[in-house]
């Protein structure tokens, strides 16, 4: 049976952005599906967002599983018949806690381990999980895609002097936000002629466990773009890059 109100599935949505996002368009009247790793950690999500009166289930989910991806698919198959929001939210900055490269400007000596290990969760599994749910959102009369990327993930501004990227490069992340960028360009192209939309986005600078504590934006000024994007209307972009209103550079 297909339900009328629309569903959102959020991955990483146990914490941080991708809860505040759940947040943001239960509020909304939007049911979320939050998709977490840890059952107590999304247990703990859950309890949060129903007592705000937000309608919301759980899924046990792990990106780098593609089991978790079938039973996605499955779950919201017999459960709501169509997706009408995926919001590609998790991922990893595994930089962040090695200790065997510096976290800049690392490309001379990043582990290649590192390298392969945030492609599969940031790339290779954001890339199987949208594939796996695109017969769900082309269900949906208007079916939306959030890629959550970065700006760190811009070409542009990493090959242009005078701007904090150019000077902060961290290979493995940078360049899995670059290619989940041009994910989104060749599945807006791919998607072009259907009511589907597909747009990457920068969050901000965050106050989450990635951003860390000296970051602007607190999480809920860090959910505004992925909930924008993800309620756009069929006037709206596709296969774009944003922060809020503000086009970024690819
Ligand atoms: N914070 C910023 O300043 C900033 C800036 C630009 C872009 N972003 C992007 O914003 C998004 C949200 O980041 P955040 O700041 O909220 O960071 P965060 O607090 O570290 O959250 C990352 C989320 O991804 C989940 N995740 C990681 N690996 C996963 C896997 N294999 N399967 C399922 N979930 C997994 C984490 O779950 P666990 O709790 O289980 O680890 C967590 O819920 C990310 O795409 C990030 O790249 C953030």
Redesign the pocket.
């Known amino acids: 049976m297909t339900t009328t109100q629309k569903v959102a599935f959020i ?8 809860l505040e996002t759940a947040k943001g368009l239960g509020k909304k009247g939007v049911h979320v599906v939050l ?1 977490v ?2 059952q107590s ?1 999304g247990k703990t999500a859950l309890d949060i967002l129903r007592s705000e009166g937000i309608s919301a289930d759980l899924l046990v ?4 599983k593609t089991e978790d991806h079938q039973k996605a698919y499955h779950y919201i198959l017999q459960k709501f018949g169509k997706l009408d929001m995926l919001i590609n ?5 595994l930089e962040s806690t090695s200790s065997s490269s510096s976290v800049s400007n690392n490309v001379a000596s990043l582990d290649a381990k590192i390298l392969k290990d945030t492609f599969a ?1 940031n790339f290779f ?1 954001t890339v199987s999980l949208t594939q796996t749910l695109l017969p769900l959102v082309k269900k949906s009369p208007a079916g939306r895609i959030v890629n ?1 990327s ?1 700006v760190r993930g811009s070409l542009s501004l990493n090959a242009t002097p005078g701007n904090a990227v150019y000077d902060g490069k961290v290979l493995a992340y940078d360049s899995s936000k670059a290619a989940l960028n041009m994910f989104t360009t060749h599945l807006a192209y791919a998607l072009r002629d259907t009511q589907v939309k597909v747009n990457s986005i ?5 106050r ?4 860390g504590a000296n ?1 602007n934006l607190d999480l809920q000024q ?1 959910s505004e773009t992925s909930i924008q994007y993800a309620l756009l209307g069929d006037d709206g972009p596709t296969g774009g890059f944003y922060f809020k209103d503000e086009v970024l550079p690819w």
């Open positions: 991955t990483g949505a146990g914490k941080g952005i991708g998709g790793r840890k950690q989910f792990d990106l780098s939210n998790a991922a990893v900055w969760i599994g959550v970065s920068h969050p901000g600078w965050v989450s466990d990635m951003g970051a860090g």
